[in-house]
């Protein structure tokens, strides 16, 4: 039976036209959340927003009725999360998880690869921080932020080190504004997902890697989404830097 424990509240997610990002926002959604699914492409928001809508059907039971959403934003511009603000003026909850790969070594990627990198994997963090961050301080009402890190923050692997920095860079963000942001109420945490059943693993779901994984296994989205709902429905959760890898990090 379904709890319903965010009814009421407003989540903003990034990057939630992907599997990972679309398997929290239909969480928060049945939790009882409004959800607001933001990303750079609109045709792929506006197939997710009808597959949530699907999905939930129509809500029962809710203290207050859901109303969910699309917003278009590149996350690395700080103009864009300005608007996003202008368009929600209640968030509660904001989730991290809009990003880009990296396949390529260090030595043969050029200075726009690396802007592109740092852009939409911290650059676009720290400006969702920063300007929800500021809104749920003046609604004087706390709220919680949730960034979708790696466990290759960790973890060493060949061909992702622009990558790697900045998901690095994101526990870092999540530590300081912990301590920052408390005083208002506002609890920021960070989930650091292993390898995880997506469109962007497919190629790499092999046997041979899974071995290395204590589990045997990739994880899945849903099994993301219920870390990420722990840590917002948790008043205690402030930097929880919580792996969600299989026990990949400890081997």
Not at 47 to 64: K, T, V
Request: glycine share 12%.
């Amino acid at each position: 039976m379904a709890s319903y424990a965010l009814a009421g509240k407003k989540a903003v997610i990034t990057g939630a036209s992907g599997g990972i990002g679309f398997a929290i926002a239909s969480r928060f959604a049945k939790e009882g959340a409004s959800v607001v699914l933001a990303g750079r492409t609109r045709s792929k928001l506006q197939r997710s927003l009808a597959e949530l809508q699907e999905m939930m059907g129509e809500p029962r039971g809710l203290e207050l009725p859901q109303s969910h959403s699309i917003h278009c934003l590149d996350v690395g511009e700080m103009r864009a999360w300005g608007r996003l603000i202008k368009d929600n003026k209640e968030i509660d909850y904001l989730v991290n998880c809009a990003g880009e790969p990296q396949n390529s070594l260090l030595l043969r990627i050029d200075e726009e690869t690396v802007d592109g990198l740092l852009a939409s994997n911290l650059r676009g963090v720290i400006f969702g921080c920063k300007m929800v961050g500021r809104q749920m301080m003046a609604r004087r009402r706390g709220g919680c932020i949730i960034n979708i890190s790696s466990l290759l923050a960790h973890k060493g692997v060949i061909g992702t080190s622009v990558y790697a920095a900045a998901k690095a860079g994101q526990l870092g963000l999540t530590t300081a504004l912990s301590a920052e942001l408390a005083k208002h109420g506002i609890r920021v945490n960070a989930v650091l997902p292993g390898y995880i059943e997506t469109d962007m693993t497919d190629g790499l779901a092999n046997k041979e890697l899974q071995k290395k994984i204590p589990l045997g296994r990739f994880g899945t989205a849903s099994e993301v989404a219920d870390a990420v709902a722990f840590l917002a429905k948790n008043e205690y959760a402030n930097n929880c830097i919580l792996n969600l890898d299989g026990g990949l990090s400890a081997v």
